[in-house]
């Protein structure tokens, strides 16, 4: 453990997630190394992109490193000049890492939920945020709220849903209203459609027969209902033959993203029947670079000893120089971690591409 560990900290493959994750493990191995685990962590810490995993992993590793961790993320809150991400997100750190949080990340959090010009759905989450001082109340509101649009009223619904029994009742008259409302988009449609399955078993019959309907709708995009066949199947894993039909149908689909979508759904449901589509994709020299790339890293994982087919391809994608840097990065990366033969020359590529 403490040596892979020590080799994703130090591999220049690893993405952020997987050095913090790496960090937490080396933690976690030997107290003899809680030292150099806690030094990669704030390490990781002192840049934009990490700062936060790495503050929650840092957390964990004993109350002075908890202190700093809230003092540095209400820096964060009080900095004007970030991000309101930004300063939502060390919100949210906080908030997990202390009982009652202090008055100043109650006062921004007010401040969000009362202005006017913030989204509507950044101003619901505030409100949610601020739930334990103030109540439930103003969300309620804003689902029942007919003026409201209905994705933040369907985002109002999800909140509330472990609360009231009438909570829980609104809620799922509400997200069936949405998910059969043909004059919705789509989109809405099926995430309504997916947190229906949430209500018990009246609930997942209302998400599977109404995504059943929307998954043989040719009206609707291939993409939704790629979608609303995955709804289906895990309503109800009875209909799972069904919904594989379904799909099958749509891994003929022209546009080759998408097809993939078709495919990897199949995979989620029958991983075998996916293996041959996805290799078939993988090898094709036809398709977009990044559909190919998406394509090798599917049958990847769908299936570790396909890496062969994998290898081949994102080693063309990241080599090839007339793509765009990030997409040859990300092929570099997963040439490095695939392929012990080729991990040498995929690390200097990517040592050349991050320095550009």
């Known amino acids: 453990m403490v040596k892979e560990s020590r080799e994703v900290l130090t591999a220049v493959e690893s993405t952020p997630t997987e050095r913090v994750a790496a960090a937490v493990a080396l933690a976690g191995a030997s107290p003899q190394v809680g030292r150099e685990a806690v030094d990669a962590l704030t390490e990781l810490a002192s840049k934009r992109a990490t700062r936060f995993r790495a503050w929650r992993a840092l957390a964990t590793c004993g109350t002075p490193h908890r202190r700093e961790v809230v003092a540095s993320a209400l820096g964060v809150v009080g900095d004007e000049a970030e991000p309101l991400r930004a300063r939502v997100r060390a919100v949210g750190l906080i908030k997990d890492l202390l009982q009652v949080p202090p008055a100043e990340v109650l006062d921004f959090l007010r401040r969000i939920a009362s202005d006017e010009r913030t989204p509507s759905w950044r101003r619901i989450d505030a409100l949610f945020r601020l739930r334990n001082v103030q109540g439930l109340d103003g969300i309620r509101a804003v689902r029942d709220d007919e003026r409201t649009s209905s994705t933040i009223r369907w985002l109002a619904a999800r909140m509330l849903v472990d609360y009231r029994p009438e909570d829980r009742a609104k809620g799922a008259a509400w997200l069936r209203a949405i998910a059969a409302d043909t004059a919705q988009r789509p989109a809405l449609r099926c995430a309504a459609a997916a947190d229906l399955a949430r209500f018990g078993a009246p609930g997942r019959a209302h998400s599977a027969e109404i995504a059943h309907g929307m998954a043989v709708d040719d009206a609707l995009p291939s993409t939704c209902r790629v979608r609303a066949a995955g709804i289906l199947s895990q309503a109800a ?86 793509l765009p840097q990030h997409v040859r990065v990300r092929a570099a990366r997963n040439l490095a971690r695939w392929s012990e033969v080729f991990r040498d020359d995929a690390r200097r590529l990517l040592c050349t591409l991050l320095e550009r």
């Open 237 to 322: 894993p009875s209909r799972r033959p069904e919904a594989l039909a379904i799909l099958r149908e749509l891994c003929a689909t022209e546009n080759p993203l998408h097809r993939l979508l078709a495919v990897e759904a199949v995979a989620a449901i029958a991983p075998l029947e996916a293996t041959n589509p996805l290799r078939a994709m993988t090898r094709d020299r036809g398709l977009p670079p990044v559909a190919r790339l998406r394509s090798a890293e599917a049958l990847v994982a769908n299936h570790r000893e396909q890496r062969e087919p994998a290898v081949i391809a994102v080693r063309e994608v990241a080599f090839d120089e007339r």
